[in-house]
């Protein structure tokens, strides 16, 4: 599954600033030094090689199935909702911390 995406699942992402961000953290390249002195870079699903003198030598692509693609959207749902659950007790409570209301006696 090259870059596509379910529509509800980018509906859902509009709303969602955490669930963008988590897919922009995937796009962000990621590098690993080679043994023979290059270098490695991922970015998104696309592999690519560079030598010692930052030529690149090779590239692929890393094929994604559905069934992949289907269970990192999903643990990036879970993801979301733990975090929200989080975000929710924590303003709940900071609501029922004392001096936070003004008393009007």
Do not use: W
């Amino acid at each position: 599954m090259r870059g596509m995406m379910m529509d509800e699942d980018a509906e859902m992402m509009e709303g969602m600033p955490m669930m963008r961000q988590m897919m922009g953290r995937m796009m962000q390249p990621q590098m690993v030094a080679a043994a023979d002195g290059g270098v490695f870079v991922m970015v998104g699903n696309m592999l690519h090689k560079y030598d010692e003198n930052l030529e690149l030598v090779a590239k692929t692509e890393i094929e994604i199935s559905e069934e992949d693609m289907e269970k990192m959207m999903g643990k990036m749902k879970e993801h979301h909702q733990k975090c929200r659950q989080m975000m929710q007790q924590m303003m709940g409570e900071q609501k029922d911390e004392p001096g936070d209301h003004e008393d009007h006696h």
